[in-house]
């Protein structure tokens, strides 16, 4: 099958794109995760959440769209048919905002399901960033490749993000796409990866949006899957990913959202009280992703 990132397409099952691969022949077996996450980058979980609490989640921001009016108004609700704006929507916010706006989005993420899951998984009580990424992605609408750590490095490095389709997304919905190997970069990682989008003022945050540049540049391979409402994929801030191109008429709804040891140091634009998020990005003088490569000699 051909799918496409940004202005590009690949074929599936190809030199450029894989398979994910489930982790869930080892779930019970925490120690097994740890190395599988260490090993691979990430951990695909299905049915990582309870399926009921997602779609609840998914019916909350249908709710949304349809009261903003950017839902075909002729379509059942349940489908998400997108209106004649062809607009995408991005609900992220604070979490004390938006439990009153999305409640069920909240909850699904600081479940007891999925806290129990990252207390086994790094071996000590955890929490959530109250700041929460929900996105309503429209046609043609995608994700460039990042590492997160530019976004939410102030804190530990051992922090890490579950994306969470809401609803089922399979390829043509553009579901999320990691480069496997992209945690070994360390070109990558000691230059673009320690970037900080407040401190350095870089437009967009992506690496790049050509995902044949990265294999052919630095190695590695895409890969992805046809997800299902109650998957999610966990990875770490050295992970780059971004997203397939929604292909239908469809909104591919989801969220990310981050966790980490209590114990540790938090990013704190995303946490605790008075956590103000992205306070100085796209202020002021911005520079470019290809002057600041230039720079880095990347
Ligand atoms: O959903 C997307 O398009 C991007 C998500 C993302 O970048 C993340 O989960 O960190």
Avoid at 6 to 19: Q, V
Avoid at 40 to 60: E, M, P, Q, S, T
Avoid at 255 to 270: A, F, I, N
Wanted: hydrophobic letters at 35%; aromatic letters at 10%.
């Amino acid at each position: 099958m051909k799918v496409q990132m940004g202005k590009h397409e690949l074929e599936m099952n190809s030199d450029y794109l894989t398979e994910l691969r489930s982790s869930n022949d080892i779930l019970d077996d925490t120690e097994a995760l740890k190395e599988r996450l260490k090993e691979d980058g990430y951990l695909l979980i299905r049915n990582f959440h309870d399926r009921k609490k997602v779609l609840k989640a998914r019916y909350d921001i249908l709710e949304k769209l349809q009261q903003m009016g950017r839902l075909d108004p002729h379509a059942p609700l349940e489908e998400g048919v997108i209106g004649p704006e062809e607009k995408g929507a991005a609900f992220m916010g604070f979490a004390e905002k938006l439990k009153k706006e999305i409640p069920d989005v909240v909850e699904l993420s600081e479940s007891d399901r999925v806290m129990r899951f990252f207390d086994r998984l790094l071996g000590g009580e955890c929490l959530t960033y109250d700041f929460k990424w929900p996105r309503a992605v429209a046609r043609g609408g995608n994700t460039g490749a990042h590492y997160d750590n530019v976004y939410m490095g102030r804190g530990t490095r051992n922090l890490y993000t579950v994306w969470t389709p809401l609803g089922d997304v399979p390829l043509e919905l553009g579901p999320l796409v990691v480069c496997l190997g992209s945690q070994h970069f360390e070109d990558v990682k000691n230059t673009y990866g320690k970037m900080d989008v407040d401190r350095d003022n870089v437009e967009g945050g992506w690496l790049t949006d050509d995902p044949y540049e990265i294999v052919e540049k630095f190695g590695g391979k895409w890969a992805t899957t046809s997800f299902n409402a109650g998957d999610a994929i966990i990875f770490g801030m050295f992970f780059l990913h971004g997203s397939l191109n929604n292909m239908t008429n469809r909104y591919r709804l989801s969220m990310d959202t981050r966790y980490q040891l209590k114990s540790e140091p938090v990013d704190e634009r995303w946490f605790g009280s008075g956590a103000k998020g992205h306070y100085a990005w796209g202020k002021g003088r911005v520079k470019t992703i290809t002057e600041a490569r230039k720079e880095w000699g990347i």
